[in-house]
């Protein structure tokens, strides 16, 4: 089973800060889904990455893909309320597999 | 915009009743998955569903747990004597073949309490 171990477990900051999530594993990941999930709802895609080293943007979110495929990180610039929830990476295909998620809170 | 859509939203049941759980991919798509999320635990995979045989499950989908895709719209999970700790949300899943397979697309879930 690949294991995708997400830090921090909890970040709480204030509006306009900038901050960075991480997913790892020591498993090789052919791709890595990031995720969104506000409460007692679904995940919501918000980037994949496929190749290692890949850069993506989305608005203030940058998302990159590590050189050996092992790891993510999620950088969001001028943090602001809405960006308040879960985020989750995952990888694999056919069992895709979840990581337990970095709750944020960003603090008007 | 496409969406898969979940139904019911709310599902009660009794400790050792049989649940359906309903579920409606984008019409597109041909690879289908459950997940299931505890409260305040993370998402679990349970089945991915292609070409109307099982692809993938995991430890959890055992034998009280089927999947269906009775028609060209339904995917389907059953659980046929629930438990208490079948309790949790339930989410479904689709996928495009023609981007690998790799985008999963969510529906907003059904949430089974189990009695």
């Known amino acids: 089973t690949q294991l995708l171990e997400q830090s921090p477990q909890f970040l709480s900051i204030q509006e306009g800060e900038n901050l960075t999530v991480y997913c790892n594993s020591s498993?090789?990941?052919?791709?890595l889904q990031w995720y969104r999930q506000e409460p007692g709802e679904g995940p919501v895609l918000l980037v994949t990455?496929?190749?290692?080293?890949e850069v993506k943007k989305l608005k203030r979110l940058t998302f990159q893909f590590g050189d050996a495929r092992k790891d993510s990180s999620l950088h969001i610039t001028a943090a602001q309320p809405g960006d308040t929830g879960l985020y989750l990476c995952?990888?694999?295909?056919?069992?895709?597999?979840f990581g337990a998620g970095t709750r944020l809170t960003v603090k008007p | 915009e496409p969406e898969v859509t979940q139904t019911p939203s709310h599902q009660v049941t009794q400790m050792g009743q049989e649940v359906i759980l309903r579920c409606v991919p984008i019409?597109?798509?041909?690879?289908f998955y459950w997940y299931r999320q505890i409260l305040g635990q993370k998402v679990e995979f349970l089945v991915s569903?292609?070409?109307?045989?099982?692809?993938?499950k995991s430890e959890i989908f055992d034998d009280q747990f089927s999947v269906e895709r009775p028609d060209g719209s339904n995917f389907t999970l059953k659980i046929r004597s629930t438990k208490l700790e079948d309790s949790a949300m339930y989410f479904c899943?689709?996928?495009?073949?023609?981007?690998?397979?790799?985008?999963?697309?969510f529906g907003a879930g059904t949430r089974l309490s189990v009695l």
């Open positions: 899943a689709s996928s495009d073949p023609s981007g690998g397979g790799d985008i999963q697309y």
């Open positions: 498993s090789v990941f052919s791709s």
């Open positions: 990455v496929v190749t290692g080293g």
């Open positions: 995952a990888g694999g295909i056919d069992d895709m597999r």
């Open positions: 019409s597109n798509h041909l690879y």
């Open positions: 569903f292609y070409n109307n045989e099982i692809s993938e």
